[in-house]
């Protein structure tokens, strides 16, 4: 493989990862400073195809830099992981999203509590994988 191809390839997956970012500040910034639900969980699904649209695109290109260099090192493997609990968290934090009703105040304070960890972890997963990335690639 031509090492233009590979520097292509992982200029584009860092430029669409150093997006990644994004979408879990926008959501705290919402989640700390929005006091009506309603308006909050309208803004939070807002951003929701953003972010899968990032997620998605980091998946992809990551996935074609791995079978491009054809081993899988442990900065690589943290990445997966860490790409796995962002993606598993905001399928949780749809399920627990969707039913709760403009009347329902205690769930309504428990998914706020609840995404302000997420969002936060996301992040922290988020460095993780990119300092992982930038020491062992």
Do not use: C
Not at 55 to 60: C, N
Not at 74 to 95: D, N, P, T
Not at 98 to 124: C, G, N, T
């Amino acid at each position: 493989m031509p090492p233009s191809v590979i520097s292509d390839s992982l200029a584009v997956h860092l430029f669409f990862a150093s997006f990644l970012a994004l979408p879990p500040l926008l959501n705290l910034y919402f989640l700390f400073t929005e006091r009506r639900f309603v308006r909050l969980a309208k803004k939070i699904k807002l951003i929701a195809p953003a972010y899968y649209f990032l997620m998605a695109v980091t998946l992809f290109s990551g996935i074609i830099l791995l079978t491009m260099l054809g081993e899988l090192s442990l900065g690589l493997g943290m990445m997966v992981v860490a790409w796995l609990g962002i993606f598993i968290g905001e399928i949780k934090r749809h399920k627990l999203q969707k039913p709760i009703s403009s009347h329902e105040e205690e769930m309504q304070a428990h998914f706020v509590i609840w995404a302000k960890r997420k969002y936060l972890l996301d992040l922290l997963l988020f460095l993780l994988a990119l300092g992982l990335g930038l020491k062992f690639f």
